[in-house]
């Protein structure tokens, strides 16, 4: 689909359009029936979806059926690694410095095992096109005992991303086909 002459924008471009078209009802409850296959994980990070997002209310429901602990992250500094506060379903939300929904400063902050992040694309080696702010990136390095789960849809899936040497890649995708872990 993309070869090694297109950046990251004309990639971020074009996905994103495509990401638009798969953002489905249907899509999405095939994926909430497959979080059961997630990785072990007491406290998983969730994101509140902006745009065409894969939305995370009924995974969040199915998550905390499951008896896991919920946060969301928090971007406090434009330049840092986000921050991850404890969120229950139906707890008040305001824009943290990104201008992304995130709990309010006063709830406690936590360390997740779990972290599910959104995308743009993604490739078959764990390989992730975020929005471009390199919020995930940041905080991944500081935190490498964490699993990296993307959430997605299958036609985000693409042969070739290119690679920066900040960019750090997932451990798996949870999709409406399922869990896949990457090697």
């Given at each position: 689909?993309?070869?090694?002459?297109?950046?990251?924008?004309?990639?971020?471009?074009?996905?994103?359009?495509?990401?638009?078209?798969?953002?489905?009802?249907?899509?999405?409850?095939?994926?909430?029936?497959?979080?059961?296959?997630?990785?072990?994980?007491?406290?998983?990070?969730?994101?509140?979806?902006?745009?065409?997002?894969?939305?995370?209310?009924?995974?969040?429901?199915?998550?905390?059926?499951?008896?896991?602990?919920?946060?969301?992250?928090?971007?406090?500094?434009?330049?840092?690694?986000?921050?991850f506060r404890l969120w229950s379903i139906g707890d008040p939300l305001e824009?943290?410095?990104?201008?992304?929904?995130?709990?309010?400063?006063?709830?406690?902050?936590?360390?997740?095992?779990?972290?599910?992040?959104?995308?743009?694309?993604?490739?078959?080696?764990?390989?992730?096109?975020?929005?471009?702010?390199?919020?995930?990136?940041?905080?991944?390095e500081m935190m490498p005992d964490a699993m990296r789960v993307g959430l997605?849809?299958?036609?985000?899936?693409?042969?070739?991303?290119?690679?920066?040497?900040?960019?750090?890649?997932?451990?798996?995708?949870?999709?409406?086909?399922?869990?896949?872990p990457f090697k």
């Amino acid at each position: 689909m993309f070869d090694s002459a297109m950046d990251k924008a004309e990639i971020r471009t074009r996905m994103r359009a495509q990401r638009k078209l798969l953002n489905t009802p249907d899509r999405v409850a095939n994926i909430v029936r497959h979080a059961a296959d997630l990785p072990a994980g007491a406290v998983v990070a969730l994101y509140a979806a902006i745009g065409a997002e894969v939305p995370t209310d009924d995974l969040a429901k199915a998550l905390v059926d499951q008896g896991r602990t919920l946060c969301l992250p928090v971007v406090v500094d434009r330049d840092a690694p986000m921050v991850f506060r404890l969120w229950s379903i139906g707890d008040p939300l305001e824009e943290d410095a990104a201008g992304c929904p995130a709990p309010l400063d006063l709830v406690s902050e936590v360390m997740p095992d779990l972290v599910m992040t959104p995308l743009v694309a993604f490739d078959g080696r764990g390989g992730r096109l975020g929005q471009g702010g390199g919020y995930y990136d940041r905080t991944f390095e500081m935190m490498p005992d964490a699993m990296r789960v993307g959430l997605a849809f299958a036609g985000q899936e693409t042969e070739y991303l290119p690679k920066e040497p900040h960019d750090i890649g997932l451990h798996g995708i949870l999709t409406e086909n399922g869990y896949r872990p990457f090697k």
